[in-house]
C-alpha cells in the first residue's frame, strides 16, 4: 500500500483514506520483447505471485509480445490489458526549478505514453491498423543503433551490432548496447554506459524521429484505446502545466502511482488530476529482478481509474 510519511498534512492523509484502494493493477511492465529481464511467460508468474489480477505489458514502442501475454495470463488466471509504450517528443519544456526540487540532472528527452487496448480483439482491423501505424517506430531503432555502434567505434569502443541485437527482442534500444559495453570491459555498469556515453545528451546519443504526444494519441484513440502519461517525474515540468497540457492533448490519463514517485510527488500528481476529466493509472514500470525491481505492490484509488479499465475491475466484482 501507499504510505504517508512524507506527507505532512491531516488533510492529505484524510482525502487519502476516503478513497477505496486496490494493488490488483500493474499497468507498466517490460519482457525480452523490448528491454526487459524476462520474457513473457516469467513476468505473468511474477505478477501472479505479487498477487496482481489486472496486468498490461507495455513494451517499448512493440506490440509483439501480446499474443503470448494474453495466453500466459490465461493460465495463471490474470485479466490481461494489451498494451504499449510509445516513445514520443517532448511535450513541453523541463523547468529548471522542478528539476531541482526532484534532484535530477537532466529532464528525459522524450515523453512517454501508455497506450491500452483493453477491448481490442487481436486480427482485428483495428489491431492491424494500429500495427500498421507502430511498425516504423519499431523499425527506426535498427538504423539509430547502427549509428550509435558506429560512433563508439570512432571512439576506440567497437562494439558489434549483431550482439547488440541478440540481446534484444523485438525492439532494440540503448540498455542492450549498455549491456554489450559492460561485457566488453568498456564500463562497469550499465549506468555509467548511459552517464559517460550513451545517455541523453551524451557523445553517442542519437535521437530517432518519434511522434509528437497528440499524434499518439490519435492513432492510439483511431484504434480503440486509451492513453497515459508515463512517469511525469520524468521531465521536470510544473504539475499544473502538466495536466493541463494533457487535457489539451487527449491524454486520458497520467501514471501517477510510478515506482519512481515519492508520496508527495503522487499525492501532488493526483490532487491536480483528479478532478479533471483525466484518470489516474499505476505502475511498477517492472523491468526485472536483476535490477532489485519487483511487480505490482502499485495502490491505486479504483474510482479515478480510467473508465474502461474499472469496467474491468466491476465485470469481476473486485
Known amino acids: 500500500m501507499i504510505y504517508f510519511e512524507e506527507l505532512h498534512s491531516s488533510i492529505e492523509v484524510d482525502l487519502l483514506g476516503s478513497y477505496m484502494w486496490t494493488e490488483l493493477f500493474d499497468l507498466h511492465s517490460h519482457s525480452t520483447n523490448s528491454d526487459g529481464q524476462h520474457s513473457v511467460d516469467e513476468v505473468a508468474q511474477l505478477m501472479k505471485a505479487s498477487k496482481v489480477r489486472f496486468w498490461s ?28 509504450e510509445l516513445t514520443c517528443t517532448p511535450g513541453l519544456k523541463a523547468d529548471p526549478d522542478v528539476m531541482k526540487k526532484h534532484q535530477r540532472e537532466r529532464a528525459s528527452d522524450s515523453w512517454h505514453l501508455l497506450a491500452y487496448f483493453p477491448d481490442i480483439d487481436f486480427q482485428s482491423e483495428q489491431h492491424l491498423q494500429f500495427k500498421s501505424w507502430l511498425a516504423p517506430l519499431g523499425e527506426g531503432r535498427i538504423p539509430r543503433m547502427v549509428t550509435m555502434v558506429n560512433k563508439l567505434g570512432e571512439l576506440g569502443m567497437p562494439i558489434d551490432l ?54 499518439a494519441c490519435e492513432a492510439v484513440h483511431a484504434a480503440g484505446g486509451i492513453t497515459s502519461l508515463a512517469h511525469p517525474l520524468y521531465y521536470c515540468v510544473n504539475t499544473d502545466e502538466l495536466v493541463r497540457f ?3 492533448s487527449g491524454v486520458d490519463a497520467i501514471e501517477c502511482f510510478h515506482r519512481s514517485h515519492k508520496d508527495s510527488y503522487r499525492f501532488q500528481l493526483w490532487s491536480a488530476a483528479k478532478d479533471t476529466s483525466l484518470g489516474i493509472t499505476c505502475g511498477s514500470d517492472f523491468h526485472g529482478t536483476m535490477y532489485n525491481q519487483s511487480p505490482g505492490r502499485m495502490a491505486v484509488p479504483a474510482s479515478t481509474l480510467p473508465q474502461q479499465l474499472k469496467k474491468a475491475l466491476n465485470a469481476l466484482g473486485a
Do not use: N
Not at 517499448?60 to 501480446?66: C, L, P, Y
Not at 548496447?177 to 546519443?205: N, T
Open 57 to 84: 505489458l507495455t513494451d517499448h514502442d512493440t506490440i509483439s509480445g501480446w499474443e503470448g501475454a494474453k495466453t500466459a495470463a490465461e493460465a495463471k488466471g490474470l485479466v490481461f490489458i494489451p498494451g504499449v
Open 162 to 215: 549483431d550482439a547488440v541485437l541478440a540481446r534484444a527482442g523485438d525492439s532494440v534500444g540503448r540498455p542492450h548496447l549498455a549491456d554489450e559495453m559492460v561485457k566488453q570491459g568498456y564500463v562497469e555498469s550499465r549506468q555509467e554506459a548511459f552517464d559517460k556515453w550513451i545517455g541523453d545528451g551524451k557523445p553517442v546519443h542519437i535521437t530517432r524521429i518519434k511522434p509528437s504526444i497528440v499524434e
Open 246 to 248: 494533457c487535457l489539451d
